[in-house]
T-cell receptor, first 115, second 116 residues
């Protein structure tokens, strides 16, 4: 089945700097790659997603890149702000289980943005 | 509110007891998912409902876990003979249609289960 590895597990940056989180996946048939932000005591919330027919997608300060050949995808946050501090999860669809939309999540990255 | 609602938010029980966790998805969402999140880990898939039927229950860890969605809306996750290792946050999510063309999953805030 699908396996998703996420790095780093923790990331600390100064306000205004950029942050990059990387994920790899194992199933070449995966075609949907969302990123979720989870604040303490809350459920994960989608911040951006990308499908396998696109190499890059940007939404204001957030961008995601996908390298299908290498089975890598990355989240880029520019001009970080203290409110960006949270746990970020990457995920990949698991098509081997049929048409369910089931997602396999990475282990998470705790991002701390220092004012 | 219009989001996914989960109750209870916290549940403390003793080893061996039976537990029910409830999820009320966003109105009109046909797809409903249960995930389990252990401390410091990403959510782990348990089961997926499309309407009333469990389309994929491959993530349920053993036969002590069962979930229902009898009217295609509210879902209940049932855990029998709870064990300490069942302690985790149980997350429910819904989406409009589900499937490989699924869009955003909307997560609830979770039910934190502690088994003593």
């Amino acid at each position: 089945g699908e396996n998703v590895e996420q790095h780093p597990s923790t990331l600390s940056v100064q306000e205004g700097d950029s942050a990059v989180i990387k994920c790899t996946y194992s199933d070449s048939a995966s075609n949907y790659f969302p990123w979720y932000k989870q604040e303490l005591g809350k459920g994960p919330q989608l911040i951006i997603d990308i499908r396998s027919n696109v190499g890059e997608k940007k939404d204001q300060r957030i961008a995601v890149t996908l390298n299908k050949t290498a089975k890598h995808f990355s989240l880029h946050i520019t001009e970080t702000q203290p409110e960006d501090s949270a746990v970020y999860f990457c995920a990949a669809s698991s098509p081997g289980s049929g048409n369910t939309g089931k997602l396999i999540f990475g282990q998470g990255t705790t991002l701390q943005v220092k004012p | 509110g219009a989001g996914v609602s989960q109750t209870p938010s916290n549940k403390v029980t003793e080893k061996g007891k039976y537990v029910e966790l409830r999820c009320d998805p966003i109105s009109g969402h046909t797809a409903l998912y249960w995930y389990r999140q252990s401390l410091g880990q990403g959510p782990e898939f348990l089961i997926y409902f499309q309407g009333t039927g469990a389309a994929d229950d491959s993530g349920l860890p053993n036969d002590r876990f069962f979930a229902v969605r009898p009217e295609g809306s509210v879902s209940t996750l049932k855990i029998q003979r709870t064990e300490r290792g069942d302690s985790a946050v149980y997350l429910c999510a819904s989406s409009l249609n589900g499937g490989l063309n699924t869009g955003e999953l909307f997560f609830g805030e979770g039910s934190r289960l502690t088994v003593l």
